[in-house]
């Protein structure tokens, strides 16, 4: 069983910051990759920011360049620092576990969100 807790979510400004966190646990071994995505009311989810677990990142175009996503692989923990916040930021998001390999996928596990909410 793979659990994965999300913290880090809020209200901002526009033009803020705020880091989310996420710290997998369980059954979670081999990790391809670890990410965000998110999820905006009447939208479909969207990725966000990937990173395998050979260093390999993967960003949305809408967020490259103000999102920066990291992995603390003796934690078992993906962050997700998010800078200049857009009020089209505001989603909940989502911790994302793959585990396997590229050719050999083991299972694809969600956390339960953390809602950023971006005002202008």
């Known amino acids: 069983q793979v659990q994965l807790v999300e913290s880090g979510g809020g209200l901002v400004q526009a033009g803020g910051s705020l880091r989310l966190s996420c710290v997998a646990s369980?059954?979670?071994?081999?990790?391809?990759?670890m990410g965000w995505y998110r999820q905006a009311p009447g939208k479909q989810r969207e990725l966000v920011a990937t990173e395998t677990t050979s260093g390999n990142t993967n960003y949305a175009d809408s967020v490259n360049g103000r999102f920066t996503i990291s992995r603390d692989n003796t934690k078992n923990t993906v962050y997700l620092q998010m800078n200049s916040l857009k009020p089209e930021d505001t989603a909940v998001y989502y911790c994302?576990?793959?585990?396997?390999?590229?050719?050999?996928?083991?299972?694809?596990?969600w956390g339960r969100g953390t809602q950023v909410t971006v005002s202008s």
């Open positions: 369980g059954t979670i071994f081999p990790i391809y990759a």
């Open positions: 994302n576990l793959e585990r396997g390999t590229r050719t050999f996928p083991l299972g694809d596990y």
